[in-house]
Nanobody, 123 residues
Framework: HAQAEEFGGGLVQPGGSMRLSCALP????????TGWYRQVPGNQRELVAG????????YFVDSVKDRFTLSRDNVQHSVYLQMNNLKPEDTAVYYC????????????????WGPGAQVTISS
């Protein structure tokens, strides 16, 4: 099953920044809306942010608004999540997926979940 690949996780101090990259798989998935999700052990995976295939519309969960931004490069087949002013509660494994709909919650993701990118915010 096709998967996206997430890159860019690591450890950063509170208040720091980090950029995650989502490399989209084969061409059939590349011009779809893309969502970034995160999951902490014991919790369900939650949708954090999303962007339409053309980059014209974005969505952010309230807890990350004004701190996270999204962009995409359809030539490089990548979607980027820029995370600023990071907080310990942002610690999670981050995943991306594509959806043939908008809002993203209107339909399931098309890809199998990959290993994700571990993001740890700690001093």
């Amino acid at each position: 099953h096709a998967q996206a690949e997430e890159f860019g996780g690591g450890l950063v101090q509170p208040g720091g920044s980090m950029r995650l990259s989502c490399a989209l798989p084969t061409s059939g998935f590349r011009l779809q809306s893309t969502g970034w999700y995160r999951q902490v052990p014991g919790n369900q995976r939650e949708l954090v942010a999303g962007i339409t295939w053309d980059g014209l519309r974005t969505y952010f969960v309230d807890s990350v608004k004004d701190r996270f931004t999204l962009s995409r490069d359809n030539v490089q087949h990548s979607v980027y999540l820029q995370m600023n002013n990071l907080k310990p509660e942002d610690t999670a494994v981050y995943y991306c997926n594509v959806h043939p709909c908008w809002p993203l919650t209107m339909c399931p993701g098309l890809l199998s979940w990959g290993p994700g990118a571990q993001v740890t915010i700690s001093s």
